[in-house]
T-cell receptor, first 114, second 116 residues
């Protein structure tokens, strides 16, 4: 049982390049989330998917797109990377049934945009 | 967006000391969660609280859901070097309709350093 996995672990991009961050969970959770973590800013929600087939914007969605490929997988795409997107990106999942809102995080992707 | 005020921002303590940190808000929460993040890793869930006044322990960690539903506390007893890391609180807001907003609001974290 791997929990939440993310690929790649590290990535360096040039400004304007595109890439997709992959996330998968094996806990049969309904909901999945993408966060970014910057020094002094805590965790900020980029996009989330409450259930398979739905996605919604979070606090900081500009410059990103997401795809909920199936119940297990939720990808985050940067179409044209900018230096402001240098950050650590975390994927999380949760069961999201009544009374159970605990989110479980992956190990993160460390992205540098030059 | 909604804010959680987490304090202190950082703590430097000696091994064996007890630690206390807290999160407060002007909003009411249905759920409080406490996470720990080791350097280079993702946050790991430590304790989940679901009822006002609830006091829950996990080993040397004890957390409480404030009776007003607007705050939560985490205590670590007899700290050890592996307690080093960033501790985050996270809360789930109560909607005006009385239901839950399933998105979490995170505090900015407390950086704990333990000197052996």
């Amino acid at each position: 049982n791997a929990g939440v996995t993310q690929t790649p672990k590290f990535q360096v991009l040039k400004t304007g390049q595109s890439m997709t961050l992959q996330c998968a969970q094996d806990m049969n959770h309904n909901s999945m989330y993408w966060y970014r973590q910057d020094p002094g800013m805590g965790l900020r929600l980029i996009y989330y998917s409450a259930s398979e087939g739905t996605t919604d914007k979070g606090e900081v969605p500009n410059g990103y797109n997401v795809s909920r490929l199936n119940k297990r997988e939720f990808s985050l795409r940067l179409e044209s990377a900018a230096p402001s997107q240098t950050s650590v990106y975390f994927c999380a999942s949760s069961e999201l049934t009544l009374g159970d809102y605990e989110q479980y995080f992956g190990p993160g992707t460390r992205l540098t945009v030059t | 967006g909604q804010q959680l005020n987490q304090s202190p921002q950082s703590m430097f303590i000696q091994e064996g000391e007890d630690v206390s940190m807290n999160c407060t808000s002007s909003s009411i929460f249905n759920t409080w969660l406490w996470y720990k993040q080791d350097p280079g890793e993702g946050p790991v869930l430590l304790i989940a609280l679901y009822k006002a006044g609830e006091l829950t322990s996990n080993g040397r960690l004890t957390a409480q859901f404030g009776i007003t539903r607007k705050d939560s506390f985490l205590n670590i007893s007899a700290s050890i070097p592996s307690d080093v890391g960033i501790y985050f609180c996270a809360g789930q807001l109560m909607r005006s309709s009385g239901g839950s907003n399933y998105k979490l609001t995170f505090g900015k974290g407390t950086l704990l350093t333990v000197n052996p």
